[in-house]
């Protein structure tokens, strides 16, 4: 079965340093990746994904993913994080081998909580 | 164009209620999945609907049901609730062309407290 680990359940990091949430993951097929951000009492806001092709992933709001096929990882960075990034973040999968062609469904990691410090 | 809408926003209900909640897919998008958000379990998934029909269902018991129109807009019912049931609700909503990449896109979620 698919499953998706954030080991992270908390990054904190100085406003206008990088930053780095990290995501493995575990499929049968080709994997298609996804980031998710939710602000408070709010729903997921998507920001970007992978489907195939390039490794770098550009997104929404300055947001990029690295798909690492051998190490099974899709963190998310950012070159220079803002007060405002401050959010959990989830990565999720879907796995086609085992949900079929016609689903959309995705399995969610746990969610990192990230705290940009001013 | 509109995003996903969700109705209601909050709810309280005691045990034993049922409750229905609602969810209206952005104009154009066929697909729509509902997930349940606890702090201690995360984001589940519960079902997909495409063409008013039942595509997947997670590992919910029977109690949790739901539906979609000819509209695309979808219901969910959780019936005899117990205190467990507690969470947010999400709905998202797939364009469904037949191609797999599609993004689903979430509804702000409907908060259910079961008293």
């Known amino acids: 079965a698919q499953s998706v680990a954030q080991p992270e359940d908390q990054v904190n990091v100085a406003e206008g340093n990088p930053l780095t949430v990290k995501c493995t993951y575990s499929?049968?097929?080709?994997?298609?990746l996804f980031w998710y951000v939710q602000y408070p009492n709010r729903g997921l806001q998507f920001l970007l994904k992978?489907?195939?092709?390039?490794?770098l992933v550009k997104g929404s709001y300055g947001f990029e993913a690295e798909f690492n096929k051998s190490q099974t990882s899709f963190h998310l960075k950012k070159p220079s994080a803002l007060v405002s990034d401050s959010a959990l973040y989830f990565c999720?999968?879907?796995?086609?081998?085992?949900?079929?062609?016609?689903?959309?469904?995705?399995?969610f990691g746990k969610g990192t909580k990230l705290s940009v410090i001013p | 164009k509109a995003g996903v809408t969700q109705t209601p926003r909050y709810l309280i209900k005691t045990r034993g209620q049922q409750v229905t909640l609602s969810c209206s897919p952005i104009s154009g998008h066929r697909s729509v999945s509902w997930y349940q958000q606890t702090p201690g379990q995360g984001l589940q998934f519960l079902f997909e609907?495409?063409?008013?029909?039942?595509?997947n269902k997670g590992n919910f018991p029977g109690r949790f049901s739901g539906r979609q129109f000819s509209n695309s807009r979808s219901e969910m019912n959780v019936s005899t609730l117990e205190l467990g049931d507690s969470a947010l609700y999400l709905c998202?909503?797939?364009?469904?062309?037949?191609?797999?990449?599609?993004?689903?896109?979430f509804g702000p979620g409907t908060r259910l407290t079961v008293l």
């Open positions: 609907y495409f063409s008013e029909t039942q595509r």
């Open positions: 999720a999968v879907r796995d086609l081998y085992t949900r079929g062609a016609g689903s959309y469904q995705l399995t």
């Open positions: 998202a909503s797939s364009l469904a062309l037949g191609v797999s990449t599609d993004t689903q896109y």
């Open positions: 499929v049968s097929g080709n994997p298609y």
């Open positions: 992978y489907i195939t092709g390039d490794n």
